[in-house]
Nanobody
Framework: QVQLVESGGGLVQAGGSLRLSCAASGSIFSINVMGWYRQAPGKQRELVARISSGGRTIYADSVKGRFIISRDNAKITVYLQMNSLKPEDTAVYYC????????WGQGTQVTVSS
């Protein structure tokens, strides 16, 4: 059984930084894309960033220049470094790993106070 375990969320003041991690365990093979989505209260889940197996990255316009996604294939882990956080970044953040199937993390709360 595959599990994605997220960590690193929490409460931070505007302008601060957080680093999210998402590690996979279990029988997981041929992961191509890893990414992060977020969902704020009353809003739809949206893509934050994604990274391919070749290292190509895509970012939402709202986080470009502030967030950095990276991955460690040996550890089957994806990271999201979040800098210059804003109150509008407040959401539950979910990691995803996609290969033959899509695997989702349980979500981690990020709260940015003004």
């Amino acid at each position: 059984q595959v599990q994605l375990v997220e960590s690193g969320g929490g409460l931070v003041q505007a302008g601060g930084s957080l680093r999210l991690s998402c590690a996979a365990s279990g029988s997981i093979f041929s992961i191509n894309v890893m990414g992060w989505y977020r969902q704020a209260p009353g809003k739809q889940r949206e893509l934050v960033a994604r990274i391919s197996s070749g290292g190509r990255t895509i970012y939402a316009d709202s986080v470009k220049g502030r967030f950095i996604i990276s991955r460690d294939n040996a550890k089957i882990t994806v990271y999201l470094q979040m800098n210059s956080l804003k109150p509008e970044d407040t959401a539950v953040y979910y990691c995803i790993m996609s290969g033959q199937y899509d695997y989702w993390g349980q979500g981690t709360q990020v709260t940015v106070s003004s």
